[in-house]
């Protein structure tokens, strides 16, 4: 079990629990994990409902104030915030927001996230198959 929020299967209401996978990266959100091949990698709780959320947003521009709404609706939190854990998801991600293979900032207006999704089932989600064929 790797739930570094320890609440095994937490999540601040949203999202399936079907796990993920991007490239070489598979994020769990049953079990609160992102997985790069068979290793674990460290996030924090918060860098990892944010990957989730975005995740689960592929292809779409999620504004941060819709971020700061569903990660953090019962506390203010300054919007600075929400970029620290954009940086250090990138760091973990090996992206470069030049060249984004995973998160792209949409200038004045948020952050999409543009790496092709499948389920673990295999299904490709959303328009990512195109990004995949293409």
């Not at 990138?90 to 998160?103: A, E, H, N, T, Y």
Request: charged content about 25%.
């Amino acid at each position: 079990m790797c739930s570094s929020a320890g609440k095994p299967g937490w999540a601040p209401g949203f999202g399936s629990t079907q796990v993920k996978s991007f490239y070489s990266f598979r994020l769990d959100p049953i079990n609160h994990c992102l997985w790069r091949g068979e290793e674990r990698v460290s996030l924090s709780p918060k860098a990892f409902d944010l990957l989730r959320y975005l995740v689960e947003h592929v292809n779409r521009v999620v504004p941060q104030e819709e971020i700061l709404q569903a990660l953090w609706s019962e506390s203010y939190v300054n919007p600075e915030l929400v970029k620290k854990y954009i940086l250090g998801i990138r760091k973990v991600l090996g992206d470069r927001r030049d060249k984004p293979v995973f998160i792209e900032t949409v200038h004045k207006r948020g952050y999409q996230f543009v790496a092709p999704v499948r389920d673990e089932s295999g299904s490709i989600t959303s328009d990512s198959a195109a990004s995949i064929s293409g």
